[in-house]
């Protein structure tokens, strides 16, 4: 049976998706793409359920329900180009090693999204999110991590002393160049995208670096991580 009314109980519940308390009190979130859905099936994560557009040739798969078209386009980020939206529960950890990135007053959800990409891209074990932090689970984020968000593992923190190993702190032309070698748990510690990390954040970190750049006074904060997540690996090979 193809869904056909807007008060359908999934597609009212996708539209309070889209607002951070509702995403905070249920611990679900929104995907939509197949791609994104296969990241999870890769991960081995189910949905809660599944919406495609009526007629679209995934609605013969098994426990997807069939909505109108129009109506899966209205509860849509992406308008009219999305087929496919699927509800998922959130997962939360522990900030555990060997490689934790942590981020500080990161608050836009597109570097937090790129960065979780990152993480996975380059092995990071976990993904940490202080103060200031957007949500990894809003849609920009989710949409950034282009599936990452199923396969790193994601933790709060609310202090640095919260997090594991060697803590080193990223701060521009701050600090000994990144670099040397690297042994047991290290947690990259970056900041906001105008502030950085503040001082008193600073303080508390074990070391802190910088990453040598040619020209320019900084790097996105994004930018920033993946290339002190890629050094880390390079470090961490000897």
């Known amino acids: 049976m193809t869904i056909t009314s807007p008060t359908n109980k999934h597609l009212t519940e996708i539209r309070k998706l889209a607002r951070a308390p509702t995403r905070a009190r249920t611990g679900r979130f929104v995907v939509e793409g197949e791609d994104f859905l296969e990241a999870a099936d890769a991960a081995r994560i189910s949905p809660l359920y599944v919406l495609c557009a009526a007629g679209h040739e995934a609605a013969q798969r098994a426990g997807w329900l069939e909505v109108e078209p129009a109506l899966l386009a209205e509860v849509s980020a992406l308008g009219s180009s999305s087929r496919v939206i699927a509800v998922y529960e959130q997962r939360w950890g522990e900030p555990a090693g060997p490689l934790v ?14 960065i979780i990409r990152a993480a996975h891209a380059f092995g990071a074990s976990a993904v940490a999110l202080g103060p200031g932090c957007a949500d990894p689970y809003g849609r920009k984020a989710v949409r950034a991590s282009m599936g990452a968000i199923f396969a790193t593992p994601v933790a709060r923190f609310a202090q640095p002393a919260q997090l594991p190993g060697r803590l080193i702190g990223l701060a521009a032309g701050v600090g000994e160049p990144l670099g040397g070698q690297l042994g047991g748990t290290v947690t990259l510690l970056v900041g906001g995208e105008r502030e950085g990390l503040p001082p008193a954040v600073l303080e508390q970190c074990h070391d802190v670096r910088h990453i040598p750049q040619v020209a320019g006074d900084s ?11 890629y050094e880390a690996n390079r470090m961490a090979a000897g």
Do not use: I, R
Request: charge should be negative; glycine fraction near 16%.
């Open 101 to 114: 990135v942590a981020l500080w007053g990161v608050g836009d959800p597109g570097n937090v999204g790129t």
């Open 219 to 229: 790097l996105n904060v994004a930018m920033a991580a993946t290339v002190a997540l």
